[in-house]
């Protein structure tokens, strides 16, 4: 059965992954908004700016982007083994999360700022598994990097630069790979401002300045009834999904056991501190979304064929009403 995403096979899943991403990028994309863009991140204010100038390009940009992500989420899931049984229900349930959280205004920055997300979770989860990790860890790092020059409030993923230090028990080598794989993207930007005028340092104090002041993306017209719906049933399976394989973890191999804690770290202190922030944005929500749906099949898998077809039709009906 095509709707139930936990066990269908590779063409059905395809087939769910192209129909999501064509109606995420044609209803806040393709067609014109008059919504403005709230990001105040230097690359994502231009990301913004093409997208308003050239809606079809940036659509088609968008529709390319999703798809590929989807099939990296699934692709990085089924390597790794995350699940009792390989599945490709990630590929369903990721553009389901950027179909119901998005918005029109930034619709293209978010995607490509999941795309970042999608590639430094594939990087990291490859290092979990490899003793040949240094090239990963750095283009992770350089994804993680790149993501606050796009959105402000993701300054605060540098927070998750120790926790990936212990996960992966760095070396001295690999310690440093990793601080100047994140640090790169904002030093290369710096480099450009200064040599446009400015002075060096204003880069990284407008970057912390942006992430503590108050996003202009108002919290009652974004959090809507069907985001508000969404957002409880991705938290729901969230947290039945991370149940799971607590209860499941003695059968999983080390390094998947190793992936799920850095998952369900990762989930709770960006959470936290996106909760906190004043700065947060439709687009840091999505980042965190996009990894509760990585761990989203777990859940789908022990459920009975019905109940699993039901629970995604559910989804699925919130996140187009949401959209």
Known sequence: MILDVARHKLPEAVITL??????????????????????????????????????????????????????????MAVRSHLYDVNSFGAMSIVPLAIMALTTPGDALSTIVVAMLAVEAMRRLFYAFSSEQRMNAIFTAMLAMGAMPLMDSALFVVILALPLIIVALRCSLRDLIIAVVGMVLPIFIYAYV????????????????????????????????????????????????????????????????????????STVVLLGAALMLLPSTTATSMVVVAIVVSTMAPMLFLRLGTLTAVLLYMALATISVVAM
């Open 193 to 264: 401002v200064w040599c446009s005028g400015g002075a060096f340092t204003d880069t990284i104090a407008m970057l912390y300045h942006n992430m503590l002041e108050p996003s202009q993306l108002s919290a009652k017209a974004y959090l809507s009834a069907p985001r508000l719906a969404a957002l409880s049933l991705l938290l729901f399976i969230g947290l039945c999904s991370v149940v799971l394989y607590a209860s499941k973890s003695s059968s999983l191999k080390p390094a998947t056991r190793h992936i799920w804690d850095f998952m369900v």
């Open 18 to 75: 192209v129909i999501i991403a064509l109606a995420t990028v044609v209803c806040n994309i393709a067609m014109p908004s008059s919504e403005a863009a709230v990001t105040t991140a230097p690359l994502g204010i231009a990301i913004a700016e093409f997208q308003q100038s050239h809606n079809i390009i940036s659509a088609l940009l968008g529709f390319v982007l999703i798809f590929r992500l989807s099939m990296m989420v699934t692709r």
